[in-house]
């Protein structure tokens, strides 16, 4: 029979434009969140965190915010480079349970 | 720091055979990762461990997968007898002060059972 495989969602933007990936959470009691930046054939590498007592964080280019009121979590990148390409994972930790989302696959077109 | 590191990178095995993967973290980091990562299931956890000692194992398939974590530096995980169906990418990873700080991963053992 046909094999299925995870639906990731996908986000196809044009190079120099800004990128907004989102992330629902599961967990009303999650302190602590980490975005993953997976690039094709290598492990996943932490781009930024932010913990429950913040709704916003900036780093270089990414920001990230967190709306605890419906659980959502969301990184905006600036000025997309095509270097960005790249599947892009929310994490929520709660304590020690830590759970990873199945990921968002972000296409820059040149 | 030279990161974690993985071997073998790719193995392609025939069933029933087993499979040994190796992992390395870095350096002063006290909890260690295994995951699995398919296009049908996405990234799993399948266990971790503090300080050498497994802590949750939940994620462990079935009791063909076995892993050990005899010193701070070295950790494996064995596949016995091995089946196609865990062809995937195994990832191992390592962090500082607990499980849900951020986490170094390696670069991955592509393993391919047929």
């Known amino acids: 029979g046909e094999s299925v495989g995870l639906h990731l969602p996908t986000l196809s933007v044009q190079e120099g434009d800004n990128s907004i990936i989102n992330c629902a959470y599961s967990?009303?009691?999650?302190?602590?969140f980490i975005w993953y930046k997976q690039e094709s054939g290598k492990g996943p590498q932490f781009i930024i965190d932010?913990?429950?007592?913040?709704d916003k964080r900036q780093g270089q280019r990414v920001t990230v915010l967190l709306n605890k009121t419906v659980k959502h979590l969301s990184l905006q990148i600036a000025a997309t480079q095509p270097g960005d390409s790249a599947v892009y994972f929310c994490a929520e930790n709660t304590g020690n349970q830590f759970y990873f989302g199945t990921g968002t696959s972000l296409t820059v077109i040149p | 720091d030279a990161g974690v590191i993985q071997s073998p990178r790719h193995e392609v095995t025939e069933m029933g055979q087993e499979v040994t993967l190796r992992c390395k973290p870095i350096?002063?980091?006290?909890?260690l990762f295994w995951y699995r990562q398919t296009m049908m299931r996405g990234l799993e956890l399948l266990i971790y461990?503090?300080?050498?000692?497994?802590?949750?194992d939940s994620g462990m398939p079935e009791d063909r997968f076995s892993a050990k974590m005899p010193n701070a530096s070295f950790s494996t995980l064995k596949i016995q007898p091995s089946e196609p169906r865990d062809s995937a990418v195994y990832f191992c990873?390592?962090?500082?002060?607990?499980?849900?700080?951020?986490?170094?991963f390696g670069p991955g053992t592509r393993l391919t059972v047929t």
């Open positions: 461990f503090n300080n050498n000692v497994p802590i949750d």
């Open positions: 967990n009303s009691a999650s302190d602590y």
């Open positions: 350096s002063g980091h006290d909890y």
């Open positions: 932010i913990r429950s007592n913040m």
């Open positions: 990873a390592s962090s500082f002060g607990g499980p849900a700080y951020e986490q170094y």
